[in-house]
């Protein structure tokens, strides 16, 4: 198995455009989530699911939105990128209830905005 | 709403010394889970502690969860370089599994 797998590792966007990162699970998890880690601000959520065809609000979801129509897939969509958005981006994925919740994260996506 | 913080942010140790990284919940936690993240790598599951009380043991590191499940330590002896990264507590909300991430705490090991 995969577990999970973000695309792409790495990209340069110039302030202004747009860009969607993919994230995609192969356990059946219900939830996948949207983290930011920002030098010394530990991972913070940016919006999360609790399952396919629904989405919520993290946190920090300014500037970012997400779409979750494959219980497998969630995507997180810059619409129109800021230099402020320049940081590492994980997606994790967990089953919903039981012994093991834990979250499995991604390999991460490092996007810098120029 | 749910704030999780820890301290240290910066933890320093002399290898095979003995430290302790605390973590803080502003409200009850059904659950609290530790990761690890080595330098460049991505947060790794280290373990769930779930009982008021509970503690758990994985070699050199002893987890502990609170009485009143607002807090939780992580408490690692004799460490070794293979031991430097950040260390994050995660607390799920009630309601969901929304998890929130303490800010974490950087090891760093002085060989």
């Known amino acids: 198995n995969a577990g999970v797998t973000q695309t792409p590792k790495f990209r340069v966007l110039k302030t202004g455009q747009s860009m969607t990162l993919l994230c995609a699970q192969d356990?059946?998890?219900?939830?996948m989530y949207w983290y930011r880690q920002d030098p010394g601000m530990g991972l913070r959520l940016i919006h999360y699911?609790?399952?396919?065809?629904?989405?919520a609000k993290g946190e920090v979801p300014d500037g970012y939105n997400v779409s979750r129509l494959k219980k497998q897939n969630f995507l997180l969509g810059l619409e129109s990128a800021a230099p402020s958005q320049t940081s590492v981006y994980f997606c994790a994925s967990s089953y919903r209830r039981g012994r093991d919740t834990e979250a499995f994260f991604g390999q991460g996506t490092r996007l810098t905005v120029v | 709403g749910q704030q999780v913080m820890q301290i240290p942010q910066y933890q320093h140790v002399q290898e095979g010394e003995d430290f302790t990284t605390y973590c803080n919940s502003s409200?009850?936690?059904?659950?609290i889970q530790w990761y690890k993240q080595r330098p460049g790598g991505h947060p790794v599951f280290l373990i769930q502690?779930?009982?008021?009380?509970e503690v758990k043991k994985q070699k050199r590191l002893t987890f502990q969860f609170g009485e009143a499940k607002k807090n939780s330590s992580l408490h690692i002896t004799a460490t070794q370089t293979t031991d430097v990264g950040t260390y994050f507590c995660a607390g799920p909300r009630a309601a969901g599994n929304k998890l929130t991430f303490g800010g974490g705490t950087r090891v760093l090991v002085k060989p």
């Open positions: 699911s609790v399952g396919e065809g629904t989405t």
């Open positions: 502690l779930v009982k008021s009380g």
């Open positions: 409200t009850t936690l059904s659950n």
């Open positions: 356990m059946n998890h219900e939830y």
